[in-house]
């Protein structure tokens, strides 16, 4: 089995290409992920096209698209050290393709099957390549029991997996945001894969950042646990792979595609989380 730890080293695009995840050695203050989990709370007691529940039910499942209407989430996508990140990924100038808050609520959260997002964008959207990166910051503590997310190391070098079957069957868009998601990798598939090539499971501290590649594959259970587990996570595209003609809705796939200008704000600060040694050797930035 490989040893995949090294995509954790900041900056290891090799990693990243050969792995399909990394994480940044930094991660937002208490007092930034504060702020967003406010927005966030406030945002999700708003009845609004943007706020997706649950499955018949009352139970905020997502919020898509507040980088729109929202001033904080706005300065988040242009944070430096995310745009940094992105265009470092992607190999140029980034857009934010999308942007979502996945809540998965204490108890009641649901889970999110074996899938890969480009089979959403390529199928639905007509993304030319899989040139996006995802960037995940929890704003709560994610530990085993309230549904990390999971993803399995590699996978995203292997194509669109299991798609054939179901890409006939083009669909509502509910279906890419809920539990029975239209574009699903078999459990049978997954778990061979998972034996073959490992998995890697994100728990960790709120404000943490991590990135995948559109193509890995990933799951994460539902929350059984009595915490929360709100999952901030945007999509930054490469300006060349827009798709010509998308037409689900504008909070799923942005039509504004003028390459993010990076722009640092006081109020989302970051912090090494790396023991200070570490943090020294590496030259800390903010
Ligand atoms: C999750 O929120 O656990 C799933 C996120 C995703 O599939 O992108
Ligand atoms: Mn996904």
Redesign the pocket.
Known sequence: MPDFREAAIPGHKAAYDQYGWCELPCRFTDKAVGLLRERVNAISRERRPEVVLEKNSDVVR?LHGCHVFDDVCAALVRHPRLVALAEELVGGQVYVYQF?V?L?QAHEGA??PW?Q?YAFWGEEDGMPRPDAV?V?IPLDDVHEGN???VAIPGSHRLGLLDLPAQAAARSDWQRHVSADLAYTVSEQRAEELARRLGRVTFTARAGAVHAFHPSIV???SGNTSPDR?A?L?ITYNAIDNAPANPTRPEFLVSRETTPLVARADDRLEVESHLPPQAAQAMGSRS
């Open positions: 997502g979502k996945n998965k889970e999110w899938h997002d995802n995940a549904g990390p997310l990933h799951s994460s587990r999952l996570l």
